[in-house]
RNA sequence: GCCCGGGUAGGGUAGCGGUCAUCCUCUGGGACUGUGGAUCCCAGGAGCCGGGUUCGAGUCCCGGUCCGGGCCCCA
């Protein structure tokens, strides 16, 4: 009987974790470029630390489970409020700021689609005590590299969410949250009808303004009609900054983020295309969560990146070790074991036979691997003290003393 | 949870009610036993699962499942 993969979930070939591993190192590289450092949190934590900030509902989307002990766990949905855990946990006296970032896979109970799978990975950095507006600037900075240097085609759009918060301020907590819910998804019919429902047509004009401004700098200047009491110099300060530093970006409030616990900056990263309508694959913001895990009230920023998405669109690929082949007539397969363990010493990628093959067959593997060069190890001529090498695209053959082909592969 | 489209060897395909199946690729072996990529030969390997219609089903119908795409959701 078969037993397939289980739904949402995917194998990956060699070739393609060599690709994914190329990615993933380009982040790392900028990430720790940053001053990051990686962080791991287990895979699977206390049910209780993701319904915490997001409610019983999202059970529905995770992998929720009782162990044998009965207590409630969870595979982890996303490694924000992990990493948050552990900060409280043990790192809340360390120098501040913290720098961390992580790549890990987390896992969602939800229909895969195109760049949605049930199990999939991201790389992410958090920021941890900073509520400086140069923080923010770093975590864009920081996403906008790494996804220039992928070579991706994306936009990055920036809000805050103290501005509709402002604005809103004199409603409930609920009220608020649900306009919010309404703005991340863009119904705005539902808005009206909400607004209007609630005797509060009075805020619709001034939110219809605000979060259909998009644009740079200027756009700040027309949300201060709307909202001349707030505190613009924040968000200034961050665009300013992003201007300095020619990061690319649209100033956009309509952002929310959908989360309750952002609280300032936020952002997206769109893919202008390929990925049909998965298509965001980076998202980000100021948030304090700490308190909510038994912490202070620490300010953080971070962003994590749909690794799968963002390999789905990336075109690096990987540059492939050179390949050896070592071959030998009968008889001299230890003779040929002795020689490849010394090329391996010295880095080269070797095979040898482990089929008991022919020379033939040997040889025609070489070819099928893509070996650069083959090195037979033939009795006649290693009783001389000679093995042959043979350059697999010219087809050229040279024989070379055994005591020297580390200096004939220039080692 | 919902909607649409799919599912034939490891990969890509043909047949679309009637001798359990096409071709390519692939894998293994071979064409004087010490030499690759060409060619040729041989071998291997398949109709997602379950039910139904029918004398007879990859081929029609239903359910499930998985894949793709879109909703919902996206912490």
């Known amino acids: 009987m078969r037993i ?6 995917r194998d990956f070939l060699p070739d393609e974790m060599e690709r994914r591993r190329e990615i993933e190192k380009v982040m790392r590289q900028i990430a720790e470029s940053y001053g990051y450092r990686e962080i791991s949190t287990p895979t699977f934590e206390h049910l209780e630390l993701f319904t915490i900030k997001s409610g019983e509902g999202i059970v529905e989307e995770i992998y929720a489970f009782k162990d044998k002990g009965d207590r409630d766990l969870a595979l982890r949905p996303e490694l924000t409020a992990p990493v948050m855990r552990m900060f409280v946990n043990e790192c809340s006296v360390m120098p501040r700021p913290l720098r961390f970032y992580y790549f890990s896979n987390c896992f969602r109970y939800e229909n895969p689609q195109k760049g949605r799978y049930r199990e999939f990975w991201q790389f992410g950095v958090e920021l941890i005590g900073s509520g400086s507006y140069l923080a923010d ?53 539902s808005l009206e009808r909400f607004l209007e429902e609630n ?12 979060i259909s401004m998009k644009g740079r700098k200027e756009v700040i200047e027309n949300a201060r009609e709307v909202l001349p009491d707030f505190d613009f110099g924040y968000i200034e300060s961050v665009a300013m900054g992003l201007e300095r530093l020619e990061v690319d970006f649209n100033l956009d409030f309509s952002i929310v983020r959908g989360l ?7 952002f997206e990263i769109y ?28 300010p953080s920023t971070g962003f994590a990146i749909g690794f799968d998405r963002v ?14 082949v070592v071959a030998c007539t009968p008889g001299m397969e230890l003779n040929a074991l002795r020689i490849a363990e010394n090329l391996r010493e010295k880095g080269l990628v070797v095979y040898t036979d482990v089929m008991e093959r022919g020379l033939k067959k040997q040889l025609s593997f070489a070819n099928t691997v893509n070996a650069r060069f083959a090195v037979i190890v033939a009795e006649r001529e290693y009783e001389k003290g000679v093995v042959l090498v043979k350059d697999m695209e010219s087809g050229e053959q040279r024989e070379v003393p055994k005591s020297s082909i580390l200096e004939y592969f220039g080692l």
């Open 4 to 9: 397939e993969r289980p739904k949402g979930t």
């Open 137 to 189: 600037l770093e975590v864009i900075l920081l996403a906008y590299r790494i996804l220039k240097e992928l070579g991706i085609n994306f936009e990055l759009n920036i809000g805050h969410v103290g501005l509709l918060r402002e604005l809103l301020k004199d409603l409930s907590e609920e009220r608020v949250r649900k306009i919010m819910r309404f703005i991340d998804k863009k119904d705005f019919e």
């Open 271 to 298: 893919a202008v295309e390929g990925l049909g309508a998965q298509n965001q694959i980076c998202g980000g913001g100021s948030y304090r969560l700490t308190h909510l895990f038994g912490g202070g009230d620490v």
């Open 311 to 324: 390999a789905e669109i990336c075109s690096v690929k990987s540059e492939k070790a050179e390949r050896i």
């Open 199 to 210: 005797d509060l047509m009075d805020y619709y004009d001034d939110i219809k303004t605000l």
């Open 260 to 266: 309750d616990y952002y609280t300032g900056v936020v």
